[in-house]
C-alpha cells in the first residue's frame, strides 16, 4: 500500500530573486562562483538577486541545477519568476509511474525476509514489504498512523526507541541525515521534525557500544534475539517530482548471528505483516 503524505506548501512566495539568492549563500557560494559556473555575467547575476532585473526560464533552470536545487524547489522557483513548473510530479499509482511501481514492489518483494521500504523525502513510508513492517511491529499504534514516519517510530520513547540497544549511535546517525537533508531542501516540515525529535528523551548513557563491525548497524531487541542491521539507501536518477524525493532504504546483516537468523526466516513469512 502506498501512503501520502501532504507536500509543504508556501502561501506567500518570496520574489524569484531572494529564492535564487537564499540557495546560492545555502550552498555557500559567491556570485562570481556561480557566474562563473553557470555562465551569467555578475552584474545580471546582481540584478536578478535583488530584483532589478527578471530572470529567463533558462537561466533559472540553470542557475538551481548548479545550486543542487531539488526538482520541488526548482519548480517553485520557475513559479516565482512566472513562468510555468517544467518538472512534473506524477502519482506512483498512476500509468506513467506504472513501471517504476512495479520495479519498486519487485526490489522490496525480492529482499525477504530482510527489511526494506521506500520512503519519501520526510522519511514518510510510501511502501515496504513484510519483514519491514515485522520489525514496526508492536509500537505504539498512533506512530502507526498513515503516513507512518520512520524516523518518529524509530526515535519515540513509544516506538523502537526502547528495544535499541544503541540507541544513542543510532539517534545521532539518523539526526545527521536529517541535518543533511535539510541543508539540501530547507524543507519546513524537516526542521519541524527535527524539533520534534531533538525533543525525544535522549539515552542516559553516551558511551559508545563495542562494535565488532565496520559499518554503523542498528542493534534491536526483538523477542529473545539480538540482531544487528546497516543499512543501504538508494536513490533514482529522475524528472519526476515524485521520483525525485524516493529513497530505497534496504537493511543487511552486520553480523553472522543475524544471518543466520534471517536465514531461517522463510520469506513467506513476513507477506501478511503489512498493518
Excluded: K
Amino acid at each position: 500500500m502506498i501512503y501520502r503524505a501532504d507536500v509543504d506548501t508556501n502561501l506567500t512566495p518570496a520574489p524569484v530573486g531572494d529564492l535564487l539568492r537564499g540557495w546560492r549563500e545555502r550552498r555557500n557560494l559567491s556570485q562570481l562562483q556561480v557566474s562563473l559556473a553557470v555562465p551569467v555575467s555578475t552584474r545580471h547575476l546582481s540584478c536578478v538577486e535583488t530584483g532589478r532585473a527578471r530572470p529567463s526560464a533558462e537561466l533559472i533552470l540553470r542557475l538551481t541545477h548548479h545550486l543542487q536545487v531539488p526538482l520541488r524547489e526548482r519548480n517553485e522557483v520557475l513559479l516565482a519568476g512566472g513562468y510555468a513548473p517544467v518538472y512534473p510530479e506524477e502519482s506512483l499509482d498512476g500509468v506513467r509511474l506504472a513501471p517504476v511501481s512495479a520495479a519498486l514492489r519487485q526490489i522490496l518483494d525480492t529482499h525477504e525476509p530482510l527489511p526494506a521500504l521506500v520512503l519519501d523525502r520526510r522519511w514518510d513510508v510510501l511502501d515496504a514489504n513484510g519483514a519491514a513492517w515485522a520489525m514496526l511491529g508492536g509500537i505504539a499504534p498512533h506512530l502507526l498512523d498513515p503516513p507512518i514516519n520512520v524516523l518518529r517510530a524509530t526515535l519515540h520513547p513509544d516506538g523502537l526507541a526502547p528495544r535499541l540497544l544503541n540507541l544513542s549511535q543510532w539517534r545521532s546517525h539518523l539526526l545527521h541525515q536529517l541535518d543533511r537533508r535539510i541543508e539540501l531542501t530547507a524543507a519546513g516540515a524537516l526542521i519541524a521534525l527535527r524539533d520534534e525529535i531533538r525533543d525525544y528523551p535522549v539515552p542516559a548513557s553516551d558511551e559508545p557500544l563495542r562494535l565488532d563491525s565496520v559499518v554503523l548497524p542498528m542493534v534491536i531487541r526483538l523477542e529473545e534475539r539480538t540482531l544487528s542491521l546497516f543499512s543501504v539507501t538508494a536513490v533514482l536518477t529522475a524528472g519526476d517530482v515524485t521520483l525525485d524525493e524516493l529513497t530505497i532504504e534496504t537493511f543487511y546483516p552486520a553480523d553472522d548471528a543475524t544471518a543466520r537468523h534471517f536465514a531461517d526466516v522463510p520469506a513467506s513469512q513476513h507477506r501478511s505483516a503489512n498493518p
